[in-house]
């Protein structure tokens, strides 16, 4: 039976009492074993959703209306929390130790991963030593979000993963979300209605017991999912 990470009861929100709703009287949950899109074009809410999962998740604000059934989330949001003046392996090693308590892995099985999800974006092994402000935006993407994955928290969440990622890595993108679903929940931010198609094809063409699923935040955002069977 599949496990209920995210729930949200009834959740309104606005800025200011004369504004309009962003959301208004919003319920839908985000199960384990799923890949969970939410599409809409800039200003539409996304990143205000994104900030009441995480100040729920930190502080509990929007207690009674947000319900998180998991101790293990990530948020990938941006680069400012990487060392820039330390290299890859430094980021991702520290990163990895701060988060231990919510990960499954040994540090033998931390460099195996390692090398696993470079090999997926056809990384070199010598981008390791280099330092992040010798990176591109594309590899510092793509480095934010191998650090997040080798922590192998029970959701992530991910705003915009597919800027600066050329075609072949956001294919090796989708991949990994459906090699790791059963693993890792995953809620993706962003305004490519494309990738729904995309991905369905991956996993029709995988084989995998995946059912879609469609719901109307507001009338600019929609939630995608597909949950395992």
């Not at 539409?44 to 994104?50: A, H, N, V």
């Not at 919510?102 to 099985?109: D, G, I, S, V």
Request: hydrophobic content about 40%.
């Amino acid at each position: 039976m599949l496990k209920s990470l995210l729930i949200f009861n009834n959740f309104s929100f606005r800025y200011k009492k004369e504004e309009d709703y962003i959301f208004k009287d919003v319920s839908f949950s985000i199960f384990s074993k799923s890949i969970n899109f939410v599409i809409g074009k800039n200003g539409s809410g996304k990143t205000t959703l994104i900030k009441a999962i995480f100040y729920n998740y930190i502080y509990n604000f929007y207690q009674g209306f947000i319900k998180i059934n998991t101790n293990s989330i990530g948020f990938i949001r941006d680069f400012h929390n990487f060392y820039n003046n330390l290299t890859v392996l430094q980021n991702l090693k520290l990163y990895f130790e701060l988060s231990k308590g919510n990960q499954m892995l040994n540090n033998q099985e931390f460099y195996k991963y390692i090398d696993l999800f470079f090999s997926y974006f056809s990384i070199k092994k010598d981008y390791l030593s280099k330092n992040i402000n010798e990176l591109s935006f594309g590899y510092k993407q793509k480095i934010l979000i191998i650090r997040e994955l080798i922590t192998f928290k029970e959701l992530i969440l991910i705003d915009e993963p597919f800027l600066g990622l050329d075609y072949y890595s956001y294919c090796a993108f989708l991949k990994i979300l459906t090699d790791f679903y059963n693993k890792i929940s995953f809620i993706i931010f962003t305004q490519n209605p494309n990738v729904i198609l995309d991905l369905q094809k991956l996993i029709n063409e995988s084989k995998l017991s995946l059912e879609l699923s469609e719901l109307k935040l507001n009338s600019d955002i929609t939630l995608f999912s597909f949950k395992g069977i």
